[in-house]
């Protein structure tokens, strides 16, 4: 399954499959994004990270795709699982320059599988 | 490993009363930042302090106010609560030092204003 467009409040995919979460980020001058999972009523959740000098980024069943041409990021959930359920944030770094800045956060997908 | 501490978990307020939230940063953090989430919302920055210094203000309204002490923990401070403020409130730090910057998020604390 996979959120078409800039975003999609739900997605809705079934155990196993693939999920894609889209989302469009703001300042072209961001040098560092975070995708984040929470779950009801707790605190945003890291799930991987990507430098602005990179397009591809790959972690344990996820990958993060940076297209800075587009301002574009997406996350990749290979074989999806009923844990991941959830609603994910893409987050950028605000300061284009420093190794600290404030995170502004994309709308949030929430990510629901199906058994 | 230590993660980030935030207390009270629950707070329920009445209009117009005051409330103060803690965030205790992980150890050797030097940045601490607040966010407002409403229900259904994406988290919005409130402000930041880097070593005790606020270093950056977003949507933060005149009724609060925050401070970083000695130790790095800091606190938000709630004044003249509206029902609008009912949210869940999360800290984060992250360190300079840190090559990956380190963004981790406490627990949150939900806050009830009736």
């Known amino acids: 399954g996979e959120s078409v467009g800039l975003h999609l409040p739900t997605l809705s995919v079934q155990e196993g499959d693939n999920s894609i979460i889209n989302c469009a980020y703001s300042?072209?001058?961001?040098?560092?994004f975070i995708w984040y999972k929470q779950e009801s009523g707790k605190g945003p959740q890291f799930i991987i990270d990507?430098?602005?000098?990179?397009d591809k980024r790959q972690g344990q069943r996820v990958t993060v795709l940076l297209n800075k041409t587009v301002k574009h990021l997406s996350l990749q959930i290979a074989a999806t699982q009923p844990g991941d359920s959830a609603v994910y944030f893409c987050?950028?770094?605000?300061?284009?320059?420093?190794?600290?800045?404030?995170?502004?956060f994309g709308q949030g997908t929430t990510l629901q599988v199906k058994p | 490993a230590a993660g980030v501490i935030q207390s009270p978990r629950h707070l329920i307020k009445e209009k117009r009363e005051t409330a103060t939230l803690k965030c205790y940063p992980i150890?050797?953090?030097?940045?601490v930042y607040w966010y407002q989430q409403g229900p259904g919302q994406d988290p919005q920055f409130l402000i930041s302090?880097?070593?005790?210094?606020?270093?950056d203000k977003g949507s933060i309204p005149d009724r609060f106010s925050a401070q970083q002490f000695s130790d790095y923990h800091s606190e938000l401070n709630m004044s003249s609560l509206e029902l609008g403020d009912s949210a869940l409130y999360f800290c984060?730090?992250?360190?300079?030092?840190?090559?990956?910057?380190?963004?981790?998020f406490g627990s949150g604390t939900r806050l009830t204003v009736v």
């Open positions: 984060a730090s992250s360190s300079y030092r840190d090559p990956n910057y380190g963004y981790t």
């Open positions: 150890p050797r953090h030097d940045t």
């Open positions: 987050a950028e770094k605000g300061s284009p320059s420093g190794n600290t800045g404030k995170l502004i």
């Open positions: 990507i430098r602005s000098n990179m």
């Open positions: 300042n072209s001058a961001s040098d560092y």
């Open positions: 302090f880097y070593e005790k210094m606020q270093s």
